[in-house]
């Protein structure tokens, strides 16, 4: 088992910047692919971004790209989600996410581990 814990939510306002970390706990012997989704209010929960375990292989939805960076620290069981330029639309609840591998890392139904989620919270 392995235990998701966010941290770094927090009210911005628009234009501002954000950096939510994801520490992993349990069995983290092994390391796995990582991935932030997000649920707004009414919403599904879409993906972000993701990371390979090595770290080689990154990806991004389009609404992100350009404006937020996923990386990570394997010796620290870490992964960050650096987001510049919030936009009020990107107020949600981000949650990390783990799963053996990359591949279909834009499917919610894939990843085995969650974390509770951190509360974003972008003003206009």
């Known amino acids: 088992q392995v235990q998701l814990v966010e941290s770094g939510g927090g009210l911005v306002q628009a234009g501002g910047s954000l950096r939510l970390s994801c520490v992993a706990s349990?069995?983290?012997?092994?390391?796995?692919?990582m991935a932030w989704f997000r649920q707004a209010p009414g919403k599904e929960r879409e993906f972000v971004a993701a990371?390979?375990?090595?770290?080689?292989?990154?990806y991004y939805s389009d609404t992100v790209k350009g404006r937020f960076a996923i990386s990570r620290d394997n010796d620290k069981n870490t992964v960050w989600l650096q987001m510049n330029g919030l936009k009020p639309e990107d107020t949600a609840v981000y949650y990390c996410?783990?799963?053996?591998?990359?591949?279909?890392?834009?499917?919610?139904?894939?990843?085995?581990?969650w974390g509770q989620g951190t509360q974003v919270t972008v003003s206009s």
């Open positions: 996410a783990a799963k053996n591998d990359i591949i279909a890392y834009k499917f919610e139904r894939r990843y085995d581990y």
């Open positions: 349990g069995r983290t012997d092994r390391t796995y692919a």
């Open positions: 990371i390979s375990r090595s770290g080689s292989s990154i």
